[in-house]
């Protein structure tokens, strides 16, 4: 595939949001430990990304190959069905804020830079959605991640990590052996172009969950993919 490292992303972390997300009061003594932080995060904060096209070489009912490297999903497939192209991505917060949050003493400290690195993580998704959409012009689109549905599984990571190639040395970014990313505060995925909504959180029956971008559809996986649970 042909990728391009972003690497000059701007870290503006939204104070308020933060503040009410952590739930601390606007004038309490957290309020100034919370905001010192977000000021030393941004400071020292260096949010990456990688994302490029990539095309599909052959496909099934259940499965797609993209630049030699083959994804098995049934979901994936129905999705790419009317497509070419693909666009996988990886957005990062960055080693810097990783090893900042690891020298944290305090608990609160921790959890709340959990919060912190996420948001600056979220800095780079949009840079890869404006990167895609200015560079490539896909139109309306859609994401699927691995892990995120039983029907396209974590082990899948380490495929989309060979479509990527050299992570680590590109953006620092390594796959454990057990398919988690460090940094924690990654996300990894692929955007499609498509004319219907689609969102993985339509298939996923979690109840709660932080992440949510969509309510879930428990009629959809029957009714789109022929398929009895995600």
Request: charged fraction near 25%.
């Amino acid at each position: 595939m042909r990728a391009e490292i972003l690497d000059h992303i701007p870290v503006r972390l939204p104070q308020e949001d933060l503040l009410r997300r952590l739930r601390v009061r606007q004038g309490s003594p957290q309020e100034s430990e919370l905001l010192a932080m977000i000021r030393e995060a941004e400071s020292i904060g260096r949010p990456r990304a990688l994302c490029g096209v990539a095309y599909i070489e052959d496909r099934g009912p259940d499965y797609v190959v993209v630049d030699g490297v083959r994804f098995s999903s049934r979901v994936l497939a129905a999705n790419l069905e009317g497509t070419h192209r693909l666009f996988p991505y990886l957005a990062t917060c960055g080693q810097e804020l990783e090893e900042w949050a690891h020298g944290l003493d305090d608990m609160l400290h921790r959890y709340w830079s959990e919060a912190i690195r996420e948001a600056a993580m979220r800095n780079a998704m949009a840079a890869v959605e404006e990167h895609l959409h200015t560079t490539y012009r896909p139109g309306r689109t859609s994401r699927m991640n691995p892990g995120s549905i039983s029907d396209w599984p974590i082990e899948e990571q380490g495929r989309l990590f060979q479509l990527l190639g050299d992570t680590e040395s590109a953006i620092g970014v390594r796959l454990t052996e057990s398919f988690l990313m460090v940094p924690t505060k990654t996300v990894s995925g692929i955007r499609f172009s498509t004319e219907s909504d689609f969102e993985s959180c339509m298939l996923c029956p979690r109840p709660s969950c932080p992440n949510r971008r969509a309510p879930q559809d428990p009629t959809m996986l029957e009714a789109r993919y022929g398929q009895g649970r995600a």
